[in-house]
């Protein structure tokens, strides 16, 4: 069996340029796509949003953000309609604006 260094052989042979472009090449790879909402799916986020808000509880949003999805766990602070974003404040006091549209998923959590 042969054993060399494989990828780590070519690299000082490439032009920095190059192994920047495959790393990035590598990172875009992992990207994912957003998906699509369908109506049952955003009737239910809203009644969900509803009672967190009525009733102060924690949820857990799942949102698009930088070609990647996110988890949040806090309370819902504000609704801003001006600019559609919710303002979360998680455990450690800090405040997450998420945009509706990159919402993908809202639930109650007990914490």
Same mark, same amino acid.
């Given at each position: 069996?042969?054993?060399?260094?494989?990828?780590?052989?070519?690299?000082?042979?490439?032009?920095?340029?190059?192994?920047?472009? *495959?790393?990035?090449?590598?990172?875009?790879? =992992?990207?994912?796509?957003?998906?699509?909402?369908?109506? @049952? =799916? *955003?009737?239910?986020?809203?009644? %969900? *949003?509803?009672? !967190?808000?009525?009733? $102060? @509880?924690?949820? %857990?949003? %799942?949102?698009?953000?930088?070609?990647?999805?996110?988890?949040? +766990?806090?309370? +819902?602070?504000?609704? $801003?309609?001006?600019? =559609?974003? *919710?303002? +979360?404040? $998680?455990?450690?006091?800090?405040?997450?604006?998420?945009?509706?549209? !990159?919402? !993908?998923?809202?639930?109650? %959590?007990?914490?």
């Amino acid at each position: 069996m042969i054993r060399d260094r494989g990828r780590i052989k070519w690299v000082s042979m490439m032009l920095p340029e190059h192994v920047k472009m *495959l790393r990035d090449w590598v990172k875009e790879d =992992q990207y994912e796509e957003k998906k699509e909402m369908d109506e @049952q =799916q *955003l009737e239910l986020m809203n009644v %969900t *949003l509803s009672e !967190a808000i009525e009733f $102060d @509880q924690f949820v %857990t949003i %799942t949102h698009y953000r930088k070609s990647n999805y996110e988890i949040v +766990i806090g309370k +819902i602070h504000y609704w $801003d309609e001006i600019t =559609q974003k *919710l303002h +979360i404040v $998680d455990h450690f006091e800090e405040v997450h604006r998420i945009p509706i549209a !990159a919402i !993908a998923d809202i639930r109650i %959590t007990d914490v």
